[in-house]
Structure formats: structure tokens, C-alpha cells
């Protein structure tokens, strides 16, 4: 017997970062695989245009201004997306910013960014759309919530040990939530992109350190953000009985 393995007319979800890089990405393919996909992000007016592109493509999507930190807005974007498509069932928690520099400088400001960012914005983003999933999953239907980490949570690079650990929590979280969740027919995927063509790399502020990004770029073809926006499709619309609990994605070239 065959499966249905599509997203067509089923899903609800929702991305957050969703303005650039594997945000956009995962957006417009879940999108094109048939789920009404909610933008959040701050920039609304990269949003915007998005979803005027999806649209375009005969996707149906919607921009929701939203900061992950903010627990405010996100009750808003809860309401919006409610009011729009209904509740939820496929949550990408995709949001985050890396900030690499020397140990030694002791940037405490951008430790904390990273930190409310990768780790807290996360948590609060999963903290207010939960309940939807664990409905649907109730209600029979799949539910899933795909938490987007890095190699960096295990591989170590000189001057990324802050931006590494806030993504080590977010892997461990993804394996320790699973405790909670898959016993409800929740499905938690952790996915570990490795170097990855986006906007993540243009905030990095040392010349010497951008240097040698730049330096892997020309050395080994990068991943681009729609490699991932795949694999999410893919672990997404597996039948509900299969979790793909962790996947790294890495360049073929990449060691």
C-alpha cells in the first residue's frame, strides 16, 4: 500500500527567520509542497515580499512580524496564524544569529544576543506553539517540531565556542524534549547544517575571521540554504509513524 507522503492541504507551519538563508528556504519549499506556511520574523518587509513570491508560485503564505525574544509578539503571531489557517502542526524553529570572536575579549554583549537568540528564542517560540502540536497529535493528525542547530554543537572552531555552546543546547534540547513529546506523537528533528551559504556569515565583525570563512567558501562547494529547506521537507513528510530525530548535513567536501 502506498504512502502519502505529501504536505498538499494537511499542514500548517509555521518558520521562524524566515526573512533570509534557510528561513526564506525552508518557507518557500514547504510552501510549494502544499502547506500554508507562516513567515515570522522581524524584517516584515523581506517578508512581504516572500510571500508575494510564494503567492506568485501558487503557494499560500503569510508575513508575520514577529521577534522570537518577544514573548508578546509571538502570542500576536499565535493569533494571526490562528485567525489565518488555524492551529498549528509543523513548527521550524530556524531563528538565530552567529557572533564569533575571540574567547579572550569577553564580548558579554553578543554572548547575551546569542544566547536570547539561539537558545531562549527558541524556547519560546517551541513554548508557544506546543499546545497546537500536541493537539494535533491528539487529534491524530502529524505533528512536528524541527529545531534548527549546527555542526558547531560538537565540532569545535577557534572563536566560536560561545555561538558552538548555545547550539549544543539546542541539540541537546532537541534530544531531551523528545522524552516528553514523541510518547504524544509529537516528532522532534534536530538538524546540524555544516558550512551553509546565508546571512549567518555577515555578522561576523573580524576581518581575520570573516578572512577564513571566506577562505572554506573557496575551498570546498558550501552547502546552500535550499539543501536544508529539503532535508526539513523531507524528514516533514515522512508517515507519522517515522522520526528522524537528529541529521547532520554536510558539504560532500567538508571533514
Known amino acids: 500500500m502506498s504512502i502519502d507522503t505529501s ?17 526564506a528556504a525552508t518557507a518557500q519549499r514547504l510552501a510549494a ?4 506556511v507562516a513567515l515570522l ?15 506568485a508560485d501558487g503557494g499560500t503564505a ?7 525574544t518577544d514573548q508578546d509578539t509571538l502570542d500576536r503571531a499565535l493569533a494571526t496564524v490562528h485567525e489565518a489557517y488555524g492551529p498549528v502542526d ?27 537568540l539561539n537558545v531562549i528564542g527558541l524556547l519560546a517560540a517551541f513554548r508557544t506553539f506546543t499546545p497546537d502540536l500536541l493537539a494535533a497529535a491528539e487529534a491524530g ?26 547550539k549544543a543546547a539546542v541539540s541537546t534540547f532537541s534530544q531531551q524534549v523528545r522524552a516528553d513529546l514523541g510518547p504524544k506523537n509529537v516528532r522532534v528533528t534536530n538538524i546540524e547544517p555544516g558550512l551553509t551559504a546565508s546571512e549567518l556569515t555577515q555578522h561576523i565583525s573580524s576581518g581575520e575571521l570573516q578572512g577564513q570563512v571566506d577562505g572554506m567558501f573557496d575551498a570546498i562547494e558550501a552547502l546552500t540554504s535550499q539543501d536544508i529547506a ?11 509513524r517515522l ?8 558539504p560532500t567536501q567538508q571533514a
Open 7 to 23: 504536505l498538499t492541504g494537511r499542514r500548517v507551519a509555521v518558520v521562524t527567520g524566515a526573512s533570509s538563508g534557510i528561513g
Open 33 to 36: 509542497e502544499g502547506a500554508k
Open 41 to 55: 520574523a522581524r524584517r516584515e518587509d523581506r517578508l512581504t515580499e516572500l510571500v508575494a513570491k510564494i503567492t
Open 62 to 68: 503569510i508575513a508575520v512580524g514577529a521577534d522570537v
Open 90 to 116: 509543523l513548527l521550524v524553529n530556524n531563528a538565530g544569529v552567529m557572533l564569533p570572536a575571540p574567547i579572550q575579549d569577553g564580548r558579554i554583549d553578543e554572548w547575551r544576543r546569542m544566547i536570547d
Open 141 to 166: 493528525r502529524t505533528a512536528d517540531v524541527v529545531n534548527i542547530s549546527s555542526i558547531g554543537a560538537w565540532m569545535a572552531f577557534p572563536a566560536y565556542s560561545v555561538y558552538g555552546a548555545t
Open 230 to 240: 529539503d532535508v526539513v521537507a523531507y524528514a516533514t513528510s515522512r508517515a507519522r
Open 243 to 250: 522520526n528522524l530525530p537528529s541529521i547532520v548535513a554536510m
